[in-house]
């Protein structure tokens, strides 16, 4: 395939990740499938100081007061102050947490290294958020019947508990989680030797997107792609989970490239391609957290990369290294605009 020319380029906004190797059995495999093996995963909202539109992510819980999420989603929102707003359970009812940012006091975290000029490289923040201490507050979702979201009181939150064992089941894992063990990435190019998924939530609504195409991590680039498998704005700052159980990145963007296919007969025609893009864990990310988080960093529990769960690729890579070098050229093209500029998110 002749060098990628990138003729359009979508990017996951908001509306809007660890130290023992373990070897993997058959019992477990497949046993991150269903919405429940999820409850790490939460919808958030982030409200910037002083007023404008609220935007919307996604972010992952790594920590007893640590999630992961995209630096894009927060890096310009958050830029004078913010509050966030972590959507905890499903519909119909459900129970928001809040933290707020600020210069004195931060509660959210972006790597060095990130840029709103660079694609998807570094583009991995942190929130700390303690849910044992956060105040909650609590709604009812909106209806055909009533169109916006109803405040609740914490008695009546506690009333719909005691009468729906699934949501009282949901939050009690959430105040007591199962946090995902994170998996550390060599420097070498690598085939992810698992099946991934991503879990989408949208106005508490929640649906896996299973992964069936390879998976690769390129060096150079310093994240991993794979063919776009049902990623769309919103869902940036989702953990991408492997089908064992383990988070190996963060949602970030698409790319989708123009390029010349051969057929059967030899003949050459125009054909299209979607890529979905994503930071890993690399040494560049896990230094980055160690800093932010302090000692809450030797808490986490890692898994190193190889031999378990990856493979050594020997693919050559240029065209895609070539495709991300000329979006990252194109100044005017890379620089994101406002979260609340692209729709529904």
């Given at each position: 395939?002749?060098?990628l020319l990138v003729?359009?380029?979508?990017?996951?906004?908001?509306?809007?990740v660890?130290t023992?190797?373990?070897?993997?059995?058959?019992?477990?495999e497949d046993?991150?499938t269903?919405?429940?093996?999820?409850y790490?995963?939460f919808e958030?909202?982030?409200?910037?100081?002083g007023?404008?539109?609220?935007?919307k992510?996604?972010?992952?819980?790594i920590?007893?007061?640590?999630?992961?999420?995209a630096?894009?989603?927060?890096?310009?929102?958050c830029?004078?102050?913010?509050?966030?707003?972590?959507?905890l359970l499903?519909?119909?009812?459900s129970?928001l947490?809040?933290?707020?940012?600020?210069?004195?006091k931060?509660a959210?975290?972006?790597?060095p290294?990130y840029?709103?000029?660079?694609?998807?490289?570094?583009?991995?923040?942190?929130?700390?958020?303690?849910?044992?201490r956060?105040?909650?507050?609590?709604y009812?979702?909106?209806?055909?019947k009533?169109?916006?979201n109803?405040?609740?009181?914490?008695a009546?939150?506690?009333?719909?508990?005691?009468?729906?064992?699934k949501?009282?089941?949901?939050?009690?894992h959430?105040k007591s989680?199962?946090?995902p063990p994170?998996?550390?990435f060599?420097?070498?190019n690598?085939?992810?030797?698992?099946k991934?998924?991503?879990i989408?939530?949208?106005d508490?609504?929640r649906?896996?997107?299973?992964?069936?195409?390879?998976?690769?991590?390129?060096?150079?680039l310093?994240?991993a792609?794979?063919?776009?498998?049902?990623?769309?704005?919103?869902m940036s700052?989702?953990?991408v989970?492997?089908?064992t159980g383990?988070l190996i990145?963060?949602?970030s963007?698409?790319?989708t490239s123009?390029?010349?296919?051969k057929?059967?007969n030899?003949?050459?025609?125009?054909?299209?391609?979607?890529?979905?893009?994503?930071?890993v864990?690399?040494?560049?990310?896990a230094?980055?957290m160690?800093?932010s988080?302090g000692s809450d960093?030797?808490?986490?529990?890692w898994?190193?990369?190889?031999p378990?769960?990856?493979?050594?690729?020997?693919?050559?890579?240029?065209?895609v290294i070539d495709s991300?070098n000329?979006?990252?050229?194109?100044?005017?093209?890379?620089?994101?605009?406002?979260?609340?500029?692209l729709g529904?998110d």
């Amino acid at each position: 395939m002749k060098r990628l020319l990138v003729f359009l380029f979508l990017f996951c906004c908001a509306s809007a990740v660890w130290t023992q190797v373990s070897v993997l059995t058959v019992t477990d495999e497949d046993k991150h499938t269903t919405k429940e093996d999820f409850y790490h995963t939460f919808e958030y909202f982030i409200k910037p100081a002083g007023g404008g539109q609220q935007a919307k992510c996604q972010a992952t819980r790594i920590g007893r007061r640590w999630f992961a999420t995209a630096a894009h989603c927060v890096a310009q929102t958050c830029q004078n102050g913010c509050t966030i707003q972590m959507d905890l359970l499903e519909r119909p009812v459900s129970a928001l947490a809040k933290v707020s940012h600020t210069a004195k006091k931060p509660a959210v975290f972006i790597h060095p290294g990130y840029s709103s000029k660079v694609f998807v490289k570094n583009d991995f923040a942190l929130i700390r958020l303690d849910l044992d201490r956060a105040p909650l507050t609590y709604y009812r979702h909106a209806t055909k019947k009533q169109p916006y979201n109803r405040a609740i009181t914490e008695a009546q939150f506690s009333a719909y508990l005691e009468q729906n064992r699934k949501a009282k089941s949901q939050f009690a894992h959430i105040k007591s989680p199962e946090l995902p063990p994170l998996v550390l990435f060599d420097n070498f190019n690598a085939i992810i030797d698992r099946k991934i998924s991503v879990i989408s939530i949208f106005d508490g609504v929640r649906k896996i997107a299973p992964d069936p195409y390879a998976v690769h991590y390129v060096k150079a680039l310093g994240f991993a792609y794979t063919k776009n498998f049902g990623i769309r704005k919103g869902m940036s700052g989702s953990g991408v989970m492997t089908n064992t159980g383990e988070l190996i990145g963060i949602v970030s963007g698409n790319m989708t490239s123009s390029y010349w296919a051969k057929t059967k007969n030899g003949k050459k025609v125009p054909a299209t391609e979607e890529l979905f893009m994503f930071p890993v864990f690399n040494a560049d990310v896990a230094a980055f957290m160690e800093q932010s988080m302090g000692s809450d960093y030797y808490k986490l529990s890692w898994k190193d990369a190889y031999p378990s769960f990856v493979r050594k690729s020997r693919r050559n890579y240029a065209s895609v290294i070539d495709s991300v070098n000329y979006i990252n050229k194109q100044n005017t093209s890379i620089s994101r605009p406002p979260l609340n500029a692209l729709g529904s998110d």
